[in-house]
């Protein structure tokens, strides 16, 4: 079994297609919508977490990209710019699948992109305007 | 036997000071003792890194051809308004103005992205920002307007002077609501979702000299990368608090107000800041070198995280409505784990001033002194202290007699 985090990129006729649901039956594919933001008649982005058998899920991403969706890993759309953080932590309390995380010794912060689920809970929280989320 | 400043200078002139900062004199001194430490180390560091709202920079930008007087005008800087009711060409900027046109928070909560504090740190960084002015023209200063890029090497002066800086100690800020709130202690989670703190604890300049015996008027200090000096005490100087045994405030107490020139200064310790909901500030880099004197000095410098106390607030009711009260002490070892307990209920913690940072500004700090490039001041005279007689007034509001 494998575990992968991507954001599908829909163009606007696939948007109220039952493109998903083909994932769980056809690819036997467990499917966890993390974030969704689709507007009719426009594009929809959708950030989900698929688990699986590895050839399953490569199938599975085939198929949506031969539909004509774009598919990127999760970890392109959120950005950790290190320059910009001061390691305050004003984003370690609210960021819960500890992506953000502090060294409690050093009081370090650092940014695990593996673990961000892009709920966007630390672009409001960081005054430094050191996350960015491109969703 | 007590060691005066000239005599700390002198060694650091021969390149034989010992400096520590705050966090290593903790273990040097418990190992080696009070009495041979208070012999051997010189100087302690320390060090702050946090948002401060009182801040800001004056400027002269130099005379123009025809003359233009922006006193008494309306003058920007990228848009944001400045302070001109001074002579012609000086102005000041506050670091938490922002420009006219900025939604504030008529969308809630407001983003606040760019204000005065931004446009200080442009400018520290070399950047060249948009100055335009109008004005209303006099005999000797005809122009009526004037637009032209400007940076920080074409002024006359630059100089940051902040009001109110380096709170000694801070209240631990939590919201006992069911909405999020947005505040200057940043985005507090309802219902006791998290805890924020804004103090660098043992490494905090006043709290390594909780009674200011060291420091004063003239103290030079590390600001913004650059050296400045402690002007005096900051606005809202309170040090009539509740203290600890070791004489460490409780709650918000001692300020500096601070200055310095601008253009020694570097942008990668001021830093523009932005909190959601709540406006624009500033975040200052500030270390204060204490000449360790005698050995009461030295056990003022040895104050562990785990012996500053600070009061946990509500932020949704309390602090707004100008209510007193408490909902419990904690202190900075505990805020520092992650964890704190309020109300019997375990409470995340999350910090607004960086403990990282201020460790590096102590470092910094130790580094000019050891290599003789930074020498310690006798101050002019000392910060009032507990015996100054100073109370913190609340505004006492009267009614406005209406005339017609
Ligand atoms: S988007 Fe959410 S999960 Fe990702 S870093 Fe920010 S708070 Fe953490
Ligand atoms: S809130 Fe922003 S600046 Fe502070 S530690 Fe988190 S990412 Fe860094």
Redesign the pocket.
Known sequence: MQKKRVVFNYPSHLVDQPVISKLVKDYDLTVNILRARITPKEEGRLVLEMEGKRSALEAGLNYMKEIGVEVQPLAQDVK??ED?????????SV?HPQA?D?NRKTME?S?NRDKCIACEL?IP???????EILF | MAKTIEEINEKIRRGKAVVLTAEEIIDYAAEKGVKKTAQEVDVVTTGTFGPMCSSGAYFNVGHSKPRIKLGGGRTYLNDVPVYTGLAAVDFFLGATAMPEDDPRNKIYPGKFSYGGAHIIEELVSGKDVRLTATAYGTDCYPRKSLETYISLKDMNEAVLFNMRNAYQNYNVAVNLSDRMIYTYMGVIQPKLGNANYCNAGQLSPLLNDPYYKTIGIGTRIFLGGGVGYVVGSGTQHNPDVKRTEKGVPKMTSGTLAVKGDLKMMSSKWLKGTSYTGYGVTLTVGIGVPIPILNEEILQYTMIRDEEIWAQVIDYSDAYPQFIPGSLGEVNYKQLKSGRITVQGKEVPT???S?YLKAGEIARILKEWIEVGKFFLTQPVELLPSVDSGIVFKPLKERPIKKHH
């Open positions: 950790w710019y910009r953080c001061t390691h305050c932590t004003a984003c370690i960021c953000l502090v912060v940014f630390c929280v960081c005054p430094y305007q050191a996350m | 999350s910090g607004l960086s």
